[in-house]
């Protein structure tokens, strides 16, 4: 016997984070956040991740910035 998985909404973490990916790489799609299943937004955050990459923060790219001239001698 099969069973149903019930179909939950999307967390308010993954809705944030979706928005977060699609501002950040410019992404400009109309998703009904509201309509949007756990399943489908964590399928959406792995495609622009495998397509685009994740976000980077300032601080993450000061830091590499510094290791790549330290290393270089800039």
Do not use: W
């Not at 016997?1 to 699609?22: E, G, H, R, S, V």
């Not at 790219?61 to 290393?71: A, H, N, P, S």
């Amino acid at each position: 016997m099969c069973k149903i998985k019930k179909i939950q909404p999307a967390t308010a973490k993954q809705i944030k984070y979706l928005k977060d990916l699609m501002a950040y790489h410019g992404i400009e799609e109309q998703i009904e956040y509201d309509k949007l299943s756990k399943n489908e937004a964590s399928k959406k955050i792995d495609k622009i991740l495998s397509e685009k990459g994740r976000i980077f923060s300032r601080t993450f790219l000061t830091v590499m910035v510094y290791f790549v001239k330290e290393k270089v001698g800039y």
